[in-house]
């Protein structure tokens, strides 16, 4: 049941997809606020797709934690539901992401349209300079960043080697670094068609001070939170 609840969400869901995909290219015009208000849309009617189809509701707790100013958002990454929900949980933000996601057909062109930070991830110590001068941009400008510090999708109780980036990009622009928890992998996996009907769990972390503290530190303190929130979610 769970295959066929995710075959019903996925062809669902593509025509909207090329429809917003569409859309994107003929709204380039307007300025970053305006296309982040009509692509996120897409996102909007995905979710609600989703727990229409498949069951797959969520609770977020912490929300009395977002500050008020822009900041880095340091989330733990398994699914794209994550990359979804976070667009209405926090303000808008611009995402860090693998270059060569641009290219897909049609979803490139949706992601395009929202500015983000592409960078290659071959490119080593060029791709953390170039994060850390576009994010600082962005934050100056008004916006938050989201960063994924693991890299890729991980399993519910795994866990990748934290990138320091997000807490170099928060010292770098004087702002805070906030941790987001949750178990979406357990509901929406990373390599796998079902969905499970369930609740996703998310949890978002007391903003932490960068002033004075070093990345590396920084890293340390957001991972630790994130990590073990995670142990007591369901999984």
């Not at 941790?179 to 998310?202: C, D, M, Y």
Request: some cysteine.
């Amino acid at each position: 049941m769970d295959t066929f609840r995710a075959l019903l969400f996925y062809l669902g869901l593509f025509p909207p997809t090329v429809l917003f995909c569409l859309i994107s290219g003929l709204i380039l015009p307007l300025n970053r606020n305006k296309r982040y208000q009509i692509v996120t849309q897409w996102s909007r009617f995905a979710l609600w797709w989703l727990r229409l189809t498949c069951g797959v509701t969520s609770t977020i707790t912490g929300l009395e934690n977002i500050p008020p100013h822009p900041s880095v958002i340091f989330c733990k990454h398994q699914s794209a539901w994550e990359t979804m929900a976070l667009q209405f949980i926090f303000p808008p933000h611009i995402q860090v992401v693998k270059r060569e996601l641009l290219y897909v057909p049609f979803f490139g062109w949706g992601l395009s349209s929202l500015n983000p930070i592409a960078i290659d991830r071959k490119a080593g110590a060029n791709a953390l300079r170039e994060v850390l001068r576009i994010g600082d941009l962005r934050i100056r400008q008004g916006w938050w960043v989201l960063l994924f510090p693991e890299g890729t999708r991980t399993k519910p109780g795994d866990s990748q080697e934290y990138s320091r980036s997000a807490a170099a990009l928060a010292i770098r622009a004087g702002c805070k670094l906030v941790p987001v928890a949750h178990n979406a992998g357990v509901f929406w996996s990373r390599n796998a068609l079902r969905k499970t009907q369930g609740e996703i769990q998310l949890a978002i972390g007391p903003a932490l001070e960068s002033k004075g503290k070093s990345a590396a530190a920084l890293t340390a303190e957001a991972a630790e939170w994130i990590e073990t929130q995670c142990a007591e979610m369901p999984r």
